[in-house]
C-alpha cells in the first residue's frame, strides 16, 4: 500500500490561505486608508473654501459697513443743507419785508414829521418819531390807515417836546402789517 503524506499540501494550502487572507486584509486597510485620506482631502478642500468665503464675505461686510458711514454722513450732511436752504428760502422770502416797509413809511409820513425808529416784531410796527404838531401826527395815521398795507393803527404816545428852541410833538404809533407785505 502506497501512503502518501498529503500534510504538506495542507500546510501549504493553509500558509496560501493566510497569505490571501493577510494580502486581502492589508488591501483593505490601504483601501480604507486611502479612503479616510480622500474624504480628509476633500473635507479639508471644503474647509478652506468655506474659509476664503468667510473672509470674503467679512471683507465684503466691511467694504459695505464704510459705504454705510459715507452714506450716512451723505444723508447728515445733506439734511443739513435742506435746513439751511430752508433758512435761506425763509430769508429771502422776508427780505423784500423791511425794505417794503421802509419804502411805504418814506411815502405816508409828511412832510413835517419824521421817524426815529421803526421796530416790526410779528406783524406788529412800532414807530416813533417827532412830529410838528397834533395835526401831522392825525394826518400820519389816517394816511396808515388808509393804506391797504396795514391794520389796527393805534396812536400810544403823544408828548410835547423841546428840539432847537421849537416846542414839537414826540409820539409812538403801532400798527399791524398784513401778510401781503411781509411775503413781498
Not at 468667510?54 to 459697513?65: M, N
Not at 413835517?112 to 412830529?131: M, Q
Not at 394826518?139 to 403823544?158: C, G, N, Q
Amino acid at each position: 500500500m502506497i501512503r502518501i503524506n498529503l500534510l504538506p499540501v495542507r500546510a501549504e494550502k493553509k500558509k496560501e490561505s493566510i497569505r490571501q487572507q493577510l494580502s486581502i486584509g492589508f488591501l483593505i486597510i490601504i483601501l480604507a486608508l486611502s479612503v479616510m485620506a480622500y474624504l480628509q482631502i476633500s473635507l479639508s478642500k471644503r474647509v478652506d473654501a468655506v474659509r476664503q468665503e468667510l473672509t470674503r464675505v467679512q471683507e465684503e461686510i466691511s467694504r459695505y459697513r464704510k459705504l454705510m458711514r459715507e452714506v450716512k454722513a451723505f444723508k447728515a450732511k445733506k439734511e443739513m443743507l435742506k435746513k439751511k436752504i430752508e433758512i435761506i428760502n425763509e430769508l429771502e422770502r422776508k427780505r423784500g419785508g423791511p425794505l417794503m416797509l421802509l419804502e411805504d413809511m418814506s411815502d405816508l409820513i409828511p412832510p413835517t414829521a419824521w421817524l426815529e425808529s421803526l421796530v416790526e416784531r410779528d406783524g406788529v410796527v412800532e414807530i416813533k418819531g417827532i412830529a410838528a404838531d397834533n395835526e401831522t401826527i392825525a394826518e400820519f395815521m389816517r394816511r396808515l390807515e388808509a393804506s391797504p398795507h396795514y391794520d389796527k393803527v393805534e396812536l400810544i404816545v403823544t408828548r410835547k417836546i423841546e428840539r432847537g428852541g421849537m416846542g414839537l410833538k414826540s409820539f409812538s404809533i403801532s400798527f399791524s402789517t398784513l401778510s401781503k407785505l411781509r411775503e413781498e
